[in-house]
Each structure stands twice: as C-alpha cells, then as structure tokens.
C-alpha cells in the first residue's frame, strides 16, 4: 500500500538519450511535485502540479518536461540527457486539510526516489 | 530570496545521547516549516509539521520547535538510538501564493552503538 511510488529506483544511461521517470500517489492528493537532490543532498523543487495544472515551473531546462495523464501521475520526461542531469530525483503530492482551530495544514509525503546516472 | 540552512552538516553521537539540530531561514514569511528524514538511498521520511503561529511540535522522542522571528527551527531528538542514523532535512514553505518549499542542505546524523 505504498503511498508515492517512482519507477525505475535506478536508471543508468548514456549522455544524449530520451528518458522517463513514472510516479504514481495513491492518496488522491490533489497537487504533485518532482524535485532534484544533486551531490550535496541539497533539494531543489522543479515542477509541482495542482489537479493537472502546472503551478510552479522554476528554471529548469526545457530538456524537462513534466506529464500528467491523470491525478494520481506526474510523469517526468527529460530529452538528451546530460551529464548534469545525474542526481536523485524526488517525487512528492501533498494535500492541504482542515487542522485545529481552523487552520489549514499541509504535509507532503515523498516517493523513495530515482537514481539517475548519465554517462 | 528564502535561503535555508542547516548545522552542522554531520554529527556523530553515542547511543543514548540527547542531541539538537538547528535550522535557520532568511525569510520569516513561512507558511510552516517541515523535518525530514532521510536513509541512504531512501526517499524522504515526513517527521514533524510546525504551522506558523505554533512554537513547537512533538513525536515521541522527537521535538520541533520554531522561532519565526528569529528564522530558527531546532529539532530535538532524545536517547538516541542506532536506528536514528540517517540525514535530517528541514524545509519551509512560503507564506506568498505557490506551493514552494525550500529545503536546507540537511545534517547528516551517526549514531554510534
């Protein structure tokens, strides 16, 4: 009953190629997100998508494109990979709800992650 | 700009020992601020959620606090044990429309038997 999954955990690959990384929430959360984590462990938000509306696009390469076929996916595409791209990519969905006293709380819950290699 | 950061970068403790983490922000415009945990290899454990206006979140041996005025966040852990070897992130989200979360480079934590 895994809550956030990606596919593939691992994906080694030559520089230049067209490649795919699937994540698949099954919390019905209405808003996905795909982040980068380089060498550094440092985490940086790429894309995040809102009932299949792009919200938030930061500068990313237009190598990058995200795909969302349906609530539940949030599809990340990348086109002639480089050897920058090599990193650990993060998918995540969240949720806003009612929290005490009225206030509205978010929590995002993250896929296990991606390891990309390019070579 | 929300700039995040985290100290220190690794710590290595006994078992048993009580330790903090600190997290410092730029901005003290959050809309909450978020722990992480996370093992080699492994996707990000949520640990504790702090909204705001509160000072201070707890989960068993774990306490969060937050000074937004101060742009600092301390996460306490007590005992601590082996199995809390891991990488602790910290993220805030920000209180402007967008749902952007900034993390911090994370403090990496051994936890000695």
């Known amino acids: 009953d895994t809550a956030v999954s990606q596919t593939p955990k691992y994906l080694v690959t030559q520089m230049g190629n067209d490649k795919s990384i699937k994540c698949e929430q099954n919390l019905g959360h209405d808003t996905m997100y795909w982040y980068k984590q380089d060498s550094k462990k440092f985490l940086k938000i790429m894309f995040s998508y809102n009932n299949k509306e792009l919200i938030i696009n930061e500068t990313v390469p237009n190598r990058f494109s995200p795909k969302s076929p349906d609530k539940a996916h949030l599809n990340l595409h990348i086109n002639s990979l480089e050897l920058g791209d090599s990193a650990v990519y993060f998918c995540?969905?969240?949720?806003?709800?009612?929290?005490?006293?009225?206030?509205?709380?978010?929590?995002?819950?993250f896929g296990p992650g991606t390891r990309l290699l390019v070579l | 700009k929300q700039e995040v950061t985290q100290i220190p970068a690794a710590l290595s403790v006994p078992e048993g020992e009580n330790l903090v983490l600190n997290c410092s922000f730029t901005d003290s415009a959050i809309y909450n601020l978020q722990w992480f945990r996370q093992d080699p290899g492994k996707g990000l454990t949520s640990l504790l959620l702090?909204?705001?206006?509160?000072r201070e979140q707890t989960s068993g041996r774990l306490n969060a606090s937050l000074d937004k005025s101060s742009g600092r966040s301390t996460l306490y852990i007590a005992a601590s044990q082996p199995g809390d070897s891991a990488t602790y992130l910290c993220a805030v989200r920000r209180l402007v429309a967008g749902n952007q979360f900034y993390f911090g480079t994370g403090t990496s934590l051994t936890v000695i038997p």
């Open positions: 702090i909204q705001s206006s509160q």
């Open positions: 995540a969905s969240s949720q806003v709800r009612d929290g005490l006293a009225g206030r509205r709380v978010e929590t995002q819950y």
